[in-house]
């Protein structure tokens, strides 16, 4: 596997996608590449991380834009007002990971679609990248294979490269949540008044959340700064949490999460954590003892 291409990115959209918030990199065209490429900030003359291109998506209406702000992260100003009228193609991005040191590289003038990595710079990306486990087989074909019509440079390395993982999002089988690993902060009991009403509390462990995150009872006193959820969906979520009602403020993913995991009364919703400021929520089955006596009672 070869990281033989990159893609300049203007802020903030690459710190949107180095923080997790953007899994849908907007374009005026679509691209026939699909696997790992480089993430390089416009300006700088750096490569800053690695992303997996899944695929392209169709031309985007006004309202789709909207409907999918998410996944792009483009204010709906900047929408309706036609500022990126052109951009409306979704690159989308998977297994977003940080380099820990930025690769300074030589940029030629001209305008380019993808940058083309030199033989050297592209194998050290590959080495680094296959120090981390889970990482998806590429088709070496659809990998390195020629872009039609698109335009590339050459680029030369200077640096050595060092790659942090960027925690991958959990595969959704039917019915229930993939596992993933972390630091638990909190378990909570599902309830009938939660399955109706869309919503949990996690004010029982709010103290294992960055104090930075807790905010006030309404948005005007949310939080310097969001949590992103990661309930096994499509997309993650970027919310604060209200510490007057012990929730995350931002719950209309929650019933989503209840169907998609088949939640039951009695059923545990388990909060963990990998990273900072991002939180994994997954539904732990009841015991069979305790939802025989859930039927007793009810009975």
């Known amino acids: 596997m070869k990281v033989s291409r990159g893609l300049v990115i203007d802020a903030p959209w690459i710190g949107h996608i180095l923080e997790g918030r953007k899994d849908w990199e907007m374009r005026s065209q679509p ?13 700088s003359g750096q490569v800053v991380g690695l992303a997996n291109l899944l695929d392209c998506g169709k031309s985007l209406s006004t309202s789709e834009m909207i ?3 998410e996944h792009h992260r483009i204010p709906e100003a900047m929408i309706r007002n036609g500022d990126v009228s052109k951009w409306v193609i979704p690159w ?20 380019v679609t993808w940058v083309l990595f030199s033989d050297e710079v592209a194998v050290r990306l590959a080495n680094a990248l296959e120090g981390f486990p889970h990482i998806p087989e590429i088709n070496a074909a659809q990998a390195t294979r020629q872009i039609a019509n698109e335009l590339v440079t050459s680029t030369s390395d200077r640096a050595a490269v060092e790659v942090q993982p960027y925690p991958r999002k959990p595969k ?21 008044g939660n399955l109706r009403n869309d919503h949990f509390y996690i004010r029982e462990f709010l103290d294992r959340f ?8 309404n948005k005007s006193a949310a939080a310097p700064r969001e949590i992103t959820i990661d309930w ?23 019933g989503k999460f209840f169907e998609a ?15 900072p400021y991002r939180v994994h929520v997954r539904i732990e089955r009841r015991p069979k003892s305790t939802a025989s006596e859930l039927r007793n009672k009810a009975s």
């Open 261 to 275: 995991s088949a939640a039951s009364e009695g059923d545990a919703i388990v909060v963990t954590s990998r990273a």
């Open 92 to 111: 989308k991005l998977e297994d977003v990971r940080r380099l820990e040191q930025p690769i300074p590289y030589e940029h030629k003038s001209g305008a």
């Open 31 to 43: 691209t026939s590449h699909r696997g790992w490429f480089g993430l390089i900030r416009k300006g």
């Open 210 to 217: 960055p104090a930075d995150t807790i905010g006030g009872s």
């Open 172 to 192: 959704v089988p039917s019915g229930s949540l993939t596992e993933v690993p972390g630091r638990v902060l909190g378990r909570t009991t599902v309830t009938g």
């Open 67 to 69: 409907e999918t702000q």
């Open 232 to 254: 096994g969906g499509p997309s993650l979520v970027m919310t604060d949490i209200d510490r007057t009602k012990g929730m995350f403020r931002k719950r209309g993913w929650v």
